[in-house]
């Protein structure tokens, strides 16, 4: 029993500076993942850049996960905060213009899509813009993994002031066919667990 205990309060202990450590230095560049004052700490030391990743919830074959752009566009978002080194990165928005849900059109057509209006989408956007700059996050860059709402991000863009809704990142991650053999491969790459290789395979033409 006393060699328990003995063990019980040593973790306890390690646990205890484990979570002092990480208050000290926070290290993520998630805004999710820190808490309000370590957030007015970054503020307060420069840290005044955020980007928005933009992906959705859509069918994307049978061999690839419906959030395939919501995964891709978090890595690609955390990387390119990790190479400026002053921006963080807001939570990943993964509902967004899919289609007309009744009678269901373009994505609509397949299980599991999830389709909002776009004047929903853009007044999210907006909103969450706007929630950020007054937080003091003053540069909102809104990057968007999926071509179909690139006209939502540039109204947005034009009505809130410092919101960017940048075209270069959107023509760096396009992908010419949509589930097809570049972007199965892109996916590998960024985000591996949502695709299902069996599957893939079992479609790949025959070369």
């Given at each position: 029993?006393?060699?328990?205990?003995?063990?019980?309060?040593?973790?306890?202990?390690?646990?205890?500076?484990?979570?002092?450590?990480?208050r000290a230095s926070p290290s993520s560049l998630h805004l999710e993942e820190l808490t309000w004052p370590e957030l007015r700490e970054r503020v307060a030391a420069g840290t005044t850049l955020v980007l928005v990743p933009i992906g959705g919830t859509e069918q994307n074959g049978p061999h690839m996960a419906l959030g395939k752009h919501n995964l891709r566009v978090k890595v690609l978002a955390e990387r390119i905060a990790r190479e400026l080194g002053n921006a963080l990165v807001a939570p990943v928005l993964a509902y967004v213009p899919e289609g007309r849900i009744e009678p269901p059109t373009e994505h609509m057509r397949w299980p599991g899509t999830i389709s909002i209006p776009a004047p929903a989408f853009e007044a999210t956007l907006e909103a969450t813009a706007r929630s950020l700059q007054r937080?003091?996050?003053?540069?909102?860059?809104?990057?968007?993994?999926?071509?179909?709402?690139?006209?939502?991000?540039?109204?947005?863009?034009?009505?809130?002031?410092?919101?960017?809704?940048?075209?270069?990142?959107?023509?760096?991650?396009?992908?010419p066919e949509h589930a097809g053999r570049d972007d199965t491969a892109?996916?590998?790459?960024?985000?591996?667990?949502?695709?299902?290789?069996?599957?893939?395979?079992?479609?790949?033409?025959a070369a």
């Open positions: 029993m006393a060699t328990t205990n003995s063990a019980r309060r040593a973790l306890c202990i390690a646990l205890a500076a484990a979570a002092t450590a990480a937080a003091g996050l003053k540069d909102v860059v809104l990057l968007g993994d999926h071509g179909g709402y690139r006209a939502s991000l540039n109204r947005v863009a034009a009505r809130v002031p410092q919101v960017h809704a940048l075209p270069e990142y959107y023509r760096a991650a396009r992908i892109r996916t590998l790459g960024l985000a591996a667990s949502a695709v299902r290789p069996a599957v893939a395979r079992a479609r790949a033409p």
